[in-house]
């Protein structure tokens, strides 16, 4: 007899498993736009992605995201980013809101505007730095100070003027010795 419905003698061997699902790849954690090496883009790159930069840019880029200018990268304008690392050639201002790295290979003609910057050994950078974010006291412009003398303290105690030395027993009070009979 059957158990449910199957014949004993009947071939049990086990088929072949169905193929798994195909799962789909996981996000990465942040996109890359890539400007390869031998094309160049003129105009404005900006988004949400992390840029790479291994070709010529000619003009702004200013994603939220970091950039990279590979070795072979070049970028006539201004970077503004998140981090922004330099390998290649930047001719223009640079603003890190986090930081700006010029590696060994790099090259900076611009100012750069950063709370953290490192330049590795080897690098050019030609151009003007100022390190913002920092926790700078902000204090109100001094006012043209005032000198005021204090009055000089007289050693009798009073404020007023000093008396001049008494000279003779005469202007002390005291009877001469002379006018003593």
Known sequence: MALFGRDPDENTSPRP???PLRQPA????SKTTLIASGATLI???SGSTDVMIEGTVEGKVHPTQDVTVGDRGVVKGEIEARRVRIAGKVHGNVRGKESVEILATGSL?????SP???IGDGAFFKGRVEMTGGRREEKPPAEPSRRV???TPSPLGGGGPKPEPA????ELGRPSEAGKG
């Open 167 to 170: 000279s003779s027993a005469k």
């Open 116 to 118: 953290g910057m490192v």
């Open 43 to 45: 105009g404005e790159i």
């Open 109 to 113: 003609e611009g100012d750069v505007s």
């Open 17 to 19: 498993a169905a193929p």
């Open 149 to 151: 003398q204090p009055p």
């Open 26 to 29: 996981p996000a990465p954690a």
